[in-house]
Nanobody, 115 residues
């Protein structure tokens, strides 16, 4: 079972930046897709961005051009660089890993963007 631990959340003013990190408990070479999801107040959890083992990325339209997902397979880490943050980006951000038929989630890290 893969354990995922997120870090890097916090309070930031609109227009600011944060970098989220997700550390996996074991090698991510076997994990085809890893991603970041978020759940804002009163909203459903949604995909923010994901990245395949080959480096192919996918972003929700609302973050394109502002967020960048990356993965470091040697360090068993994925990252989410978030720039030009907006109040509507306020949410709990979760790391997700898909390996075969199994899905693993982290506990989340809170991001609050003040206007």
């Amino acid at each position: 079972q893969v354990q995922l631990v997120e870090s890097g959340g916090g309070l930031v003013q609109a227009g600011g930046s944060l970098r989220l990190s997700c550390a996996a408990s074991e090698s991510i070479f076997s994990i085809n897709v890893m991603g970041w999801y978020r759940q804002g107040p009163g909203k459903q959890r949604e995909l923010v961005a994901d990245i395949t083992i080959s480096g192919t990325t996918n972003y929700v339209d609302s973050v394109k051009g502002r967020f960048t997902i990356s993965r470091d397979n040697a360090k068993n880490m994925i990252y989410l660089q978030m720039n030009s943050l907006k109040p509507e980006d306020t949410a709990d951000y979760y790391c997700k890993a898909d390996r075969g038929r199994s899905t693993y989630w982290g506990q989340g890290t809170q991001v609050t963007v003040s206007s």
